[in-house]
């Protein structure tokens, strides 16, 4: 039984194949395409995936689609009668857009396919729930989703048991926290889904000042963690942008504009609307145990990627563990839907831990009897050793092959000569996070690696933090945490014994003067709230990237390491070789490692044009 899922036209298009109800491959269409966030029919991701298992598109059961476009056209129709005569520009521009093209996405399927079969829909987010619950290591558990919006809902509270979801409690648009903390990203200069991560970033850079005029003017938050959202305030529901004259007055000035400098007002604005969302999803959370009795919860939506709130939720202890789907946005909705699909529309029993493979449980109790099953995320395409071997020797480009037994302690070796070292190896991961599979790593233990690395390799703001990555067995010696978080989106502070303690003058510091203050004996991953983005790793689920942070750890005594995404600012986390090898020659990074191949920046000629030389020397 053989189930395409796709995810299209808003942001983050996506493809995910499931056979006889396990997850065999997902990806972006982003990845292949090279355009962040694309938006556009996921047809590269849809090939990748029948190519991994070497079949075509009439092998496919049935494809399906992930939200309802008609309930969505029904939305957004009636929100421009109730606006009327506001909102006539983007009227003028969304309907006949709706009306002459995206009303007919069955049409659309099938000619871009080729695919005869029947197409199906789903809601988003049931599609979102489906995400959460079904690949989690539960046998069942509390549901919650909580994006911008979906066809109507824009959050929703379930419960999943086996193979059976019910969702039976949601809020509406326009009251949606996903669109609130969207409307300060716009409003902080940032941009709408994919700045989000920065304003969270910026948040600990300032005070939760403005916490009481949000609650006063803006919002109503109900005991359920449902919301009201006062709309005077916001133009989202019928304009061109996320906020208007009443917002701009209300916190003393327009919106920051792009790329101009950040001001202590943004970094108070992150930080209370930051506390607000953690107030909402703590709520939230809190009505989900009442309700459900559950003694886990999974969550899905794009809010469910805030990993800040992700932590505080986890210590609060409302349930004794969560499980976040780590394609928590749109893209994760391909595979909800195809998982929903087989589950619910089909009637088919949840696929075993031994069936499954690779189990990676967050559960610190009693373990379920359901295997995690997204497979480290890794559900991309990968190059194997002699592809890449033969395509790097045929243009001519310097390197040297290890064994794969010798490459984690040269790799070691790098890290601890302070080197940034690019990582392409295994499948590619699926989801906003890299996680091993196309990283870049650095030494945590270096007081200059943060502003290097913003700089000189990502070319991103010097605020913006990064992650570390750490051996699972050791993460309570370097962290406040003691379990998994194999999917980086949980945040722990670093341990009280690897803190440095700040001098009076340096506790003096606000905003950005904070930045460059080493705050612990691994400053390249410390925020300046002493917090973290955690990754954990198990051997079984990385051997290779696990046997780096060992061997690492041998050298140095810290099995701790920086982990960020294999791309720079603008672009998406690199795929293929090539695209590896391009963000290698465009940035300051020392090495490059295509799985058991390295290559030394020193040792490179001159790079050509970069379309050029992508269409001259393809990768077969």
């Not at 995910?16 to 269409?29: F, M």
Request: negative net charge; glycine residues 8%.
């Amino acid at each position: 039984m053989r189930i395409l899922g796709l995810s299209a036209y808003y942001h983050d298009s996506a493809a995910c194949l499931v056979e006889d109800g396990r997850i065999v491959a997902a990806a972006q269409e982003e990845r292949f395409t090279r355009k962040k966030h694309d938006s556009s029919f996921p047809i590269n991701a849809a090939r990748y995936c029948l190519a991994e298992i070497d079949a075509g598109v009439g092998t496919l059961d049935y494809v399906a689609f992930y939200d309802k476009p008609l309930l969505k056209f029904e939305r957004l129709f009636e929100t421009y009668l109730d606006y009327a005569p506001c909102g006539l520009r983007s009227y003028l521009m969304a309907m006949p857009l709706w009306i002459r093209d995206r009303l007919w996405i069955r049409d659309h399927i099938q000619k871009e396919l080729g695919f005869t079969g029947r197409v199906l829909f789903g809601d988003h987010h049931e599609s979102h729930a489906a995400s959460a619950f079904y690949p989690s290591p539960y046998e069942e558990a509390a549901i919650l989703t909580m994006d911008g919006v979906g066809e109507w809902a824009t959050s929703s509270v379930g419960f999943g048991r086996g193979s059976q979801i019910e969702l039976f409690k949601e809020t509406r648009f326009p009251h949606s926290i996903g669109l609130l903390y969207s409307a300060f990203t716009y409003f902080c200069g940032f941009k709408v889904n994919s700045g989000e991560y920065k304003l969270m970033g910026l948040a600990p850079y300032g005070q939760p000042k403005f916490v009481s005029l949000i609650k006063e003017h803006l919002i109503r938050i109900c005991d359920d963690g449902s919301l009201w959202l006062n709309m005077e305030y916001f133009d989202f529901a019928h304009g061109l942008t996320m906020t208007g004259a009443a917002f701009e007055k209300l916190f003393g000035g327009p919106a920051r504009p792009s790329e101009t400098n950040l001001t202590q007002r943004e970094m108070d604005l992150a930080r209370s609307i930051q506390d607000v969302t953690e107030e909402i999803v703590i709520k939230m959370a809190r009505h989900a145990k009442s309700l459900t009795g559950a003694k886990y919860a999974c969550m899905a939506g794009g809010v469910a990627l805030n990993c800040v709130a992700n932590g505080k939720l986890l210590r609060e202890r409302i349930f004794e563990d969560i499980w976040i789907q780590p394609a928590a946005g749109d893209a994760g909705g391909a595979l909800g839907v195809a998982l929903s699909i087989y589950h619910r529309y089909l009637g088919k029993e949840r696929v075993s831990a031994e069936k499954s493979g690779l189990w990676i449980s967050m559960a610190q109790t009693t373990p379920a009897p359901y295997s995690d099953g997204m497979k480290g995320a890794f559900l991309g395409p990968r190059y194997s050793s002699e592809q890449i071997a033969s395509w790097l020797t045929n243009e001519k480009i310097p390197f040297r092959t290890l064994p794969y037994l010798g490459l984690p302690a040269q790799i070691a070796d790098f890290l601890a000569d302070g080197k940034i070292v690019g990582l392409l190896q295994g499948r590619m991961e699926f989801g906003p996070r890299a996680l091993g599979g196309r990283s870049i790593l650095g030494d945590a233990r270096s007081p200059t690696m943060q502003s290097v690395m913003n700089l000189k390799i990502k070319f991103r703001e010097s605020f913006r933090p990064f992650a570390p990555v750490v051996i699972r067995e050791h993460v309570h010696e370097w962290f406040e945490f003691d379990g998994d978080s194999p999917y980086m989106l949980l945040t722990a502070d670093v341990a009280r014994h690897h803190r440095r303690e700040m001098t009076p003058e340096e506790k003096a510091l606000w905003g950005i003067e904070m930045l460059n203050v080493p705050r612990s004996t691994i400053p390249a991953v410390t925020h300046v709230d002493y917090s973290a983005r955690i990754q954990t790793v198990r051997r079984e689920a990385n051997p290779l990237y696990y046997d780096i942070l060992a061997a690492f750890n041998n050298k140095t005594g810290c099995p701790v390491v920086v982990n960020t995404s294999f791309n720079v600012r603008g672009e998406p986390i690199v795929c293929t070789p090539i695209d590896a090898y391009l963000c290698f020659r465009r940035t300051a990074m020392d090495v490059l490692v295509l799985e058991n191949h390295i290559l030394l920046r020193d040792d490179q000629p001159p790079l050509q044009d970069d379309e050029d030389w992508r269409a001259q020397y393809p990768l077969d």
